[in-house]
């Protein structure tokens, strides 16, 4: 079964640094590229950062550029996603997402997110 | 990088057929074949319904579809079910190299 499992949330003051983790099971983790998304509460989805399957190409929004950074460990099928400098409005519920890029030994980037964690909450308040 | 635009809320009855539309710009929408739609549940996780502007994924009902037409995707469900009510969900790739979600979509199944 596959699954992506979040953690890592929790209350920070503004400011403050949290470091969330995805640990993922259920798939060969290494033939995909990953995804954070997030959601303020009542909220849409923003899109925040991704890791190229390759491994070699990060992306982020502009509204977080310069405070997080994405990161993957596929010893250990784990995302990561160090957020420094946060402010109140970095709270949401922080989703990691996959995007298929290797299958059969053909890789190729997709850009579209096939399976999501179910999330963690992160509230930055005083 | 703009969100986006999605009308906040469509409905409709049972059997019938709707559309949520989804704007964007040439580049975004309009600039690749990368629009995506994902479904959303209250307390769950989103859930991908479309990608590539028409393809469904497998254990998808073909009652879903997508299109586009320039800078404009559209998500239409047909044969409309009670189940289907859920909040809706475009995303396309960007000129940016970054993506951009729409700001969702409420369909109420009367």
């Known amino acids: 079964e596959v699954q992506l499992l979040e953690s890592g949330g929790g209350l920070v003051q503004p400011g403050g640094s949290l470091r969330l983790s995805c640990a993922a099971s259920g798939f060969t983790f290494s033939n995909y590229a990953v995804t954070w998304a997030r959601q303020a509460p009542g909220k849409g989805l923003e899109w925040v950062s991704s890791?190229?399957?390759?491994?070699?190409?990060?992306y982020y929004a502009d509204s977080v550029k310069g405070r997080f950074t994405i990161s993957r460990d596929n010893s250990k099928n784990t995302l990561f996603l160090q957020m420094s400098s946060l402010r109140a409005e970095d709270t949401a519920l922080y989703y990691c997402?996959?995007?298929?890029?290797?299958?059969?030994?053909?890789?190729?980037?997709?850009?579209?997110?096939?399976?999501w964690g179910q999330g963690t909450l992160v509230t930055v308040s005083s | 990088q703009s969100a986006l635009t999605q009308p906040a809320s469509v409905s409709g009855s049972p059997g019938q057929s709707i559309t949520i539309s989804c704007t964007g710009t040439s580049s975004d929408v309009g600039g690749y074949t990368y629009v995506s739609w994902y479904q959303q549940n209250p307390g769950k996780a989103p859930k991908l319904i479309i990608y590539?502007?028409?393809k469904r994924p497998s254990g998808v009902s073909d009652r879903f579809s997508g299109s586009k037409s320039v800078n404009t995707a559209s998500l239409t469900i047909s044969g409309l079910q009670a189940e289907d009510e859920a909040d809706y969900y475009c995303?396309?790739?960007?000129?940016?190299?970054?993506?951009?979600f729409g700001g969702g979509t409420k369909l109420t199944v009367l």
């Open positions: 590539d502007v028409t």
């Open positions: 890791l190229s399957g390759s491994g070699g190409s990060t």
């Open positions: 995303s396309s790739y960007t000129a940016s190299s970054t993506w951009v």
């Open positions: 997402a996959r995007s298929p890029y290797c299958s059969n030994g053909i890789c190729y980037t997709r850009y579209y997110f096939d399976f």
